[in-house]
């Protein structure tokens, strides 16, 4: 019988040397890689489908292999990527999207998700997800900070826009994925519109700085959500850290279980995955780790992102990945919070792959410190920085540290990835900037032989699941509930999630503490908010710290929560 070589052996790293890479490495050469129209113009959406389906080698190609939850299963060549996305961008166009205008898809991960987002992109237009999770508040507030045109969301999700619907004045049109006829005066069905649409549309070439994306993230500073702008350029720098750090081959089977709701499921699940041309799997379903290895097995991925809390599911849910047939996966990295030396080796043994840690943020566009295959690791160290980003640990005052010394992680901000602006906030946006660099807001150190060792972050910005959730928008959420009158909210660490939300509330005089009532204020934030930004904890006080300017004061809450000294409160006033 025929011996089928492990591809996983088989395979050489597309980064045969670091060093060498990193030296000879220059933007100009990354720009290599990518497709331009006249006079440097282009777009992410060209790059990632156009170019493939315009290809005699890739066209036939499958770009994604779908699975629903249910096991309903369809595969899309690039070719019809194309068509379905042109179908969309021509949709959009017949109802006036402009260069610029915002649209927003909220959706699972369903195929309507994928080729909308390219769609959009085409039209020059810019596209922006949310998590299907947040509720009518969450979803409000996006919109109408990002003045969407138009939505792309299906019947249930859209119930959740109805209550605001009259304050969201700039919003045109709702297109539902679900249903057949057009219903209601704002509400077009998508399928049916796309029926009558053309399949060929010329994609609208951009200019480099020109946005693509909008994703709204967490802050603590400013605002407690901001609209980060990516521009189209940033595909330059998301092809080549996929083509390095994902380590992509012509055959590779590709699975990120990112949702793209948040940065990681557009850019590695839909922008720069296909602008390698690599077949891509995306799984509707939730998490159930039986489920996930008969996905790898099945699919035969040969390279899987995910991230620690998934990492740390698997591991408490007992599965045995020694059980499935997974000989064709090669590669496997990992993003969003720090990825414990436990996981690293129960994968090790489970999976028998390396996993390597990357390390990157909305604001950055793509990664910006990785862990390489086939080289040298430091277990603990998120890695060194990725060929053509300079990366820095420098004092407040912009000055760099010496080696094993903590400081600020910062960036040169000539990394063609990163966010262009923070919607309609240029003084969030100038905030980062700082002496010459771009400033992360994380926390770590360098050592003599360059890696990069994370420490933490500056801000209070809350990573639960993986999930950037910021302490001030949940803290909103429990004020509007009749019984609050005030709330401090933090992160608690926790052995599966990495934290928790933990919410310190003060009562209405007129109401007493009970677990009936931390249930409902649970309840309230899951209904309002979103059902992953609710609190996990709540604890109720007299009194919430706060500084001189109002501003509470988190760390002296976590101090409390943790049993630790509470630090210097005489100083609170001036914090
Ligand atoms: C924050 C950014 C864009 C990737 C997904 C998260 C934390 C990110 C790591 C890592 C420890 C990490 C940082 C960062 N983070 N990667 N490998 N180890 N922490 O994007 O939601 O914008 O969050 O996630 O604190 O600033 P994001």
């Known amino acids: 019988m025929l011996k089928i070589t492990k591809k996983k052996i088989a395979a050489k790293s597309n980064l ?16 290599k890689e990518i497709s331009y129209f006249p006079g440097g113009k282009l777009n992410i959406a060209y790059n990632s489908i156009t170019r493939n389906a315009l290809n005699e080698n890739t066209k036939n190609k499958t770009a994604l292999i779908w699975e629903s939850e249910a096991g309903e299963i369809k595969e899309f060549t690039f070719s019809q990527m194309e068509n379905l996305s042109n179908k969309v961008a021509n949709v959009l166009k017949k109802h006036k999207v402009k260069k610029g205008d915002r649209v927003f898809i909220i959706l699972p991960r369903i195929p309507e998700t994928y080729y909308s987002f390219i769609g959009i992109m085409k039209t020059g237009a810019i596209a922006g997800t949310m998590f299907a999770a947040f509720q009518e508040d969450g979803i409000f507030e ?22 605001n619907r009259q304050k969201l004045k700039e919003l045109k049109y709702i297109f539902l994925t679900d249903i057949g006829i057009s219903g209601g005066e704002d509400k077009l069905s998508l399928p049916e519109e796309m029926e009558s649409a053309s399949a060929s549309f010329q994609t609208v070439p951009m200019e480099p700085d020109d946005a693509a994306t909008m994703m709204f993230t967490s802050s603590t500073s400013y605002t407690p959500i901001s609209g980060v702008v990516m521009p ?21 089977i590709y699975w990120c279980t990112a949702d793209p709701g948040w940065i990681t499921g557009t850019v590695y699940s839909i922008i720069a995955n296909w602008s390698n041309a690599v077949t891509t799997v995306i799984y509707e379903g939730r998490f159930d780790a039986g489920k996930w290895m008969k996905i790898m097995e099945k699919y035969k991925v040969s390279v899987w992102y995910t991230a620690p809390t998934a990492i740390r599911m698997l591991i408490a849910s007992g599965v045995d990945g020694r059980k499935y047939n997974l000989d064709n996966l090669r590669h496997m990295c990992s993003v969003g919070e720090v990825l414990q030396p436990d996981s690293i080796r129960w994968i090790k043994e489970n999976l028998k792959v390396d996993v390597c840690d990357t390390y990157w943020q909305t604001e950055t566009g793509s990664m910006i410190v990785a862990n390489f295959p086939g080289e040298k690791k430091k277990i603990g160290s998120i890695g060194r920085p990725v060929p053509g980003v300079i990366v820095k640990i420098i004092d407040d005052q912009g000055k760099e540290v010496p ?10 901000p000539d990394v063609p990835s990163l ?14 900037f700082k002496h010459g660099w771009y400033v992360t807001g994380d926390r770590g150190y360098m050592d003599e032989d360059g890696y990069i060792w994370f420490l933490g972050r500056k801000d209070d910005i809350i990573k639960t699941s993986g999930e950037r959730v910021g302490p001030a928008e949940v803290e909103s959420a429990l004020i509007e509930h009749p019984a609050v009158i005030d709330a401090g909210v933090i992160g608690k660490p926790d052995k599966l999630r990495g934290e928790i939300i933990k919410a310190f509330v003060v009562l209405d005089q007129k109401f007493n503490p009970s677990d009936k009532l931390i249930e409902e204020l649970q309840q309230y934030v899951k209904k309002h908010l979103a059902g992953h930004a609710y609190p996990r904890e709540v604890e109720f006080i007299n009194k919430i710290p706060k500084n001189k300017s109002g501003k509470i004061v988190r760390r002296i809450l976590k101090a409390k929560d943790l049993g630790l000294p509470e630090g210097d409160i005489s100083t609170l006033e001036d914090d």
Not at 16 to 26: F, G, H, L, R, V
Not at 154 to 162: F, S
Request: glycine content about 2%; hydrophobic content about 35%.
């Open 142 to 163: 996006r919109l109408k900070k990002s003045e969407a045109k138009f939505v792309i969301t299906n019947t249930e999700l859209a119930e959740r826009i109805k209550k």
């Open 16 to 31: 045969d040397n670091y060093e060498k890479a990193y030296k000879n490495y220059s933007l100009e050469e990354a720009k």
């Open 403 to 412: 080696v094993k010394t903590e400081g600020n992680i910062a960036i040169k």
């Open 232 to 252: 189209h350029q940033a595909v330059i720098s998301q092809h080549l850290t996929a083509k390095y750090v994902l380590d992509f081959k012509e055959d590779d």
């Open 419 to 432: 966010m262009k602006t923070v919607w309609k906030n240029k003084k969030m946006y100038d905030s980062y």
